[in-house]
C-alpha cells in the first residue's frame, strides 16, 4: 500500500476496485487545511482519464499487472494473435492496440511487450526504434536545400504515413520513433 503522497506518475494503483494509471501527480499544502494530491488518472479497463482531489495520507492498493514479451503473428478479424515464449497465442482486441497498430505486419520479429491484468491484455507496447521498408513517397524536388526537407512516405504492410527526409526514396529502410511516429534514419 502506498499514500497518495508517495504516488508517482506511471504507477497503477486501485481506486473503486478498478485499476488506474496516474498520469499527472501534485501535491499542494496550504497553511489551513490539510495536505492534498490532485491526480489525473487512466483507467485501464475502460481507458477512460478522470480527475480527482485525495487526502495526502490517503492509502492505495498498488495493482499486480503482468508484462510478457511475445512477437506478432497475424491478424484474425478483429483480434491480433501474438505468440509468446513457450509457442502460446494471445489474442488482443484492438482497442487495446491504440497506435502500435500502425507498425504491425505479419510475422515480424520485433519483440511486443503485453501488459495484462487478471488475465486480460489491456496494452501492447512496441520497441522504442522500429525499422520498417518504404512502400510509396514522392520522388525529391531536385535543388530544394532550403533546410529540413520532409514528405509523405507509406510503410509497406501498414499503409500508414509518415514525414521522412527529402532524400529517403521507394524500397529503403528506415528506422522509426514508434513513440513520437517520427522518421529517425536509414537503416
Avoid at 92 to 105: H, K, P, R, T
Avoid at 116 to 130: A, H
Avoid at 172 to 181: A, G, L, P, W
Amino acid at each position: 500500500m502506498k499514500t497518495a503522497m508517495e504516488l508517482r506518475v506511471g504507477n497503477v494503483a486501485m481506486v473503486d476496485s478498478a485499476p488506474m494509471v496516474v498520469q499527472k501527480c501534485e501535491f499542494h499544502k496550504s497553511g489551513r487545511n490539510a495536505s492534498v494530491v490532485r491526480m489525473k488518472l487512466k483507467n485501464l479497463l475502460s481507458n477512460t482519464v478522470t480527475e480527482a482531489v485525495y487526502r495526502a495520507d490517503e492509502k492505495f492498493d498498488m495493482a499486480a499487472l503482468e508484462q510478457e514479451n511475445c512477437t506478432y503473428s497475424y491478424y484474425a478479424d478483429p483480434l491480433y494473435v501474438f505468440m509468446d515464449s513457450e509457442y502460446n497465442q494471445i489474442e488482443v482486441e484492438a482497442d487495446c492496440m491504440s497506435e502500435v497498430m500502425n507498425y504491425l505486419i505479419d510475422g515480424m520479429e520485433d519483440i511486443c511487450k503485453l501488459t495484462s491484468y487478471n488475465n486480460k491484455v489491456i496494452s501492447v507496447e512496441l520497441p522504442t526504434i522500429v525499422v520498417r521498408e518504404i512502400e510509396y513517397t514522392e520522388p525529391a524536388v531536385r535543388g530544394d536545400t532550403s533546410g529540413k526537407i520532409m514528405k509523405l512516405a507509406r510503410l509497406k504492410g501498414t499503409s500508414y504515413q509518415i514525414q521522412v527526409a527529402a532524400f529517403v526514396e521507394i524500397g529503403d529502410m528506415i528506422e522509426v520513433d514508434t513513440r513520437t511516429n517520427e522518421f529517425k534514419k536509414r537503416a
